[in-house]
């Protein structure tokens, strides 16, 4: 039965390169040389304005304990999302639901599934290791990357099972297991974490084959809940009132977990944003672009999912360019706290000049509102293949970033006549869908 799944799961993943192996073989790795090349000459010419500094030397006792923060983070914010994959609801029942798969079979497959979910997270947990000169920690890490979907699995499963978590009470774990990763010496919280391992993975493995079908109603009831939307409410008041419906739609989409993938680019971009904090030689406006980016492409992934519910959008009376404007204002939305989060850590993290901190919070919004704004509004270009919009649009904001932040902040006038170009783009392509 392994073998069959694997080969099914192998077939689908020769289809998908099938399709795009010209993006991820020719096209990705044109734009990427070209940029490195420019950006090599860009940094090495202005790198004494982008704020190069001496590497800051961190603690094994710190880094342990950020460890453990960030791993907490990845818990509490990926329950939900982890939950709705995890169980059987209508809003995520395959056809492997049906099929007389083995439970065990299903676990371990899943399990397979989640650590390639968690390889980005593990690539840059790798990254900035070697920025801090931490090599030590490499194999830890990879042990932990390994092991993980064994807690969140447990975890979710046995904790669904007792008493299915609000959102508040998740939070509210989430800051006591903060408070006492803080707070308790290290050695106490590695033991905690090998005796809490084999008892989450245990209980993830047989809940799994037990407990999958008879919770899902009760999952199912927690990730329709709608509590909370009022704070939603009032960023949708500043955008203009012809796309407010539109993008109070997909903020309630993005809160309902019906774009799974926003949680782990959260994660990752806080990740981002708190290695302000150490960023040794790295600008921090860089650090801001590639955190705005990555949670800025979410709108991609919201835009992809909804492409079968589009059908409603056309038969609206409204024009076919605030679909694209709103998918260009969520992105902006949701990337807004970025550039304020970077530039408090860089603030509270070194001494700063009152005239510079307000320079650098200049740069960085607008670093961080060029990058979001040429994230969403390439959605169009790579509709139907994820990986093409994240090549083009990691092109354009790398280079926007370049300008912004090593030449002048006022070059951010020029993503103008892109964004410009970009609709007409857009346009055309949804009016092709339209008429198909």
Not at 81 to 98: C, F, G, Q
Not at 143 to 165: D, N, R, Y
Request: glycine share 6%; with cysteine.
């Amino acid at each position: 039965m392994f073998s069959l799944v694997m080969k099914a799961k192998l077939k689908a993943l020769s289809r998908i390169l099938a399709d795009e192996w010209p993006t991820y073989f020719l096209l990705g790795p044109v734009m990427v040389g070209a940029l490195l090349l420019l950006g090599r000459r860009i940094y090495s010419d202005f790198a004494a304005k982008m704020g190069r500094i001496e590497p800051i030397v961190l603690s094994d006792e710190t880094v342990v304990r950020l460890a453990f923060a960030l791993l907490l983070l990845k818990v509490f914010f990926t329950f939900l999302p982890l939950a709705r994959r995890l169980y059987p609801t209508e809003r995520s029942m395959s056809i492997d639901d049906l099929l007389p798969i083995p439970h065990r079979v299903r676990y371990l497959f899943f399990y397979l599934e989640q650590l390639l979910r968690d390889l980005p997270v593990l690539l840059f947990s790798v990254f900035f290791l070697m920025i801090l000169d931490k090599e030590t920690f490499l194999v830890p890490a990879a042990m932990i990357w390994f092991f993980f979907p064994a807690v969140e699995i447990g975890l979710t499963v046995s904790w669904i099972h007792l008493k299915a978590p609000s959102r508040a009470q998740l939070f509210a774990a989430l800051a006591v297991s903060l408070l006492l990763a803080g707070s308790l010496p290290v050695e106490e919280l590695g033991r905690a974490f090998l005796l809490i391992l084999p008892v989450l993975a245990g209980a993830g493995h047989l809940g799994y084959g037990r407990w999958r079908y008879r919770d899902a109603g009760r999952v199912e009831q927690r990730l329709i809940q709608s509590s909370g939307m009022e704070w939603f409410r009032r960023f949708c008041r500043a955008a203009p009132k012809s796309v407010q419906p539109l993008l109070w739609r997909d903020l309630i989409l993005t809160y309902r977990n019906f774009v799974p993938l926003f949680w782990r680019n959260l994660i990752l971009a806080l990740m981002l944003a708190a290695a302000t904090a150490v960023r040794g030689k790295i600008a921090p406006a860089f650090l801001c672009a590639a955190a705005v980016f990555i949670l800025a492409s979410t709108a991609s992934a919201l835009f992809s999912r909804q492409r079968p519910f589009r059908g409603g959008d056309y038969i609206l009376p409204l024009p076919l360019e605030r679909i694209w404007r709103a998918k260009v204002l969520y992105a902006i939305l949701l990337s807004l706290p970025i550039p304020w989060i970077v530039w408090g850590i860089e603030t509270a993290a070194r001494r700063v000049p009152p005239g510079e901190a307000l320079y650098l919070l200049f740069v960085l919004i607008l670093v961080g509102l060029a990058v979001a704004a040429l994230t969403g509004g390439t959605i169009c270009e790579g509709d139907q293949k994820p990986a093409l919009h994240y090549i083009i649009a990691g092109f354009l904001s790398s280079l926007a970033t370049l300008f912004i932040a090593g030449f002048h902040p006022l070059l951010f006038v020029l993503i103008f006549p892109v964004l410009n170009n970009l609709r007409g783009s857009a346009v055309t392509r949804l009016e092709i869908e339209e008429v198909a």
